[in-house]
T-cell receptor, first 115, second 115 residues
């Protein structure tokens, strides 16, 4: 079975500092994709970044980067230069080769950015 | 272009009533997904459409839940004999093709409250 674990229910960070949100996953698939989404209080899930299991380099999208450690089955999200607007819930999700059509989500981490 | 839209944004109903939730995907996206998000949890997969057909309905909790996508675009999630436990945010997502690397883009959700 596929599973995503996010062990940090809540995180605090000072504005302009970097923060790492943890995500570990479990799958027996060789081919899979890892995703991070942001969910502000408005409720919409906003796609941030994607990492494929065969990608050799860590994915980056602007201030977001994904620290992919395949052997450890971790896919941590790093947000650099935090902004007040980054305050939200963050969900890690995966999609395996079997059951590829569905995303499996973690429980999420609530990030609060302080001025 | 326009994102995924969902109507209504909020729905309050009484136990035992029938409800319909609508999803309008991004134009040109052949894959459409429904998820359910309970308070404090990550979204859980309900059903996946490729075109007009339900390719995977393994996440539907019971036969009170049904979804259609008759013309391969707009989808309707139908819940019969609603129960208080059905209260949640129902999220719709769409993607271009539905393969493993596809990014799913989410709508704002419909918050269903069953009294």
């Amino acid at each position: 079975a596929q599973k995503i674990t996010q062990t940090q229910p809540g995180m605090f960070v000072q504005e302009k500092e970097a923060v790492t949100l943890d995500c570990t996953y479990d799958t027996s698939d060789q081919s899979y994709g890892l995703f991070w989404y942001k969910q502000p209080s408005s409720g919409e899930m906003i796609f941030l970044i994607y990492q494929g299991s065969y990608d050799e380099q860590n994915a980056t999208e602007g201030r977001y980067s994904l620290n992919f450690q395949k052997a450890r089955k971790s896919a941590n999200l790093v947000i650099s230069a935090s902004q007040l607007g980054d305050s939200a819930m963050y969900f890690c999700a995966m999609r395996g080769w079997r059951g590829y059509n569905k995303l499996i989500f973690g429980a999420g981490t609530r990030l609060a950015v302080h001025p | 272009g326009a994102g995924v839209s969902q109507t209504p944004s909020n729905k309050v109903t009484e136990k035992g009533k029938y409800v319909e939730l609508r999803c309008d995907p991004i134009s040109g996206h052949t894959a459409l997904y429904w998820y359910r998000q309970s308070l404090g949890q990550g979204p859980e997969f309900l059903i996946y459409f490729q075109g007009t057909g339900a390719a995977d309905d393994s996440g539907l909790p019971n036969d009170r839940f049904f979804a259609v996508r008759p013309e391969g675009s707009v989808s309707t999630l139908k819940i019969q004999r609603t129960e208080r436990g059905d209260s949640a945010v129902y999220l719709c997502a769409s993607s271009f093709q539905g393969d493993i690397t596809d990014t799913q883009y989410f709508g704002p959700g419909t918050r269903l409250t069953v009294l």
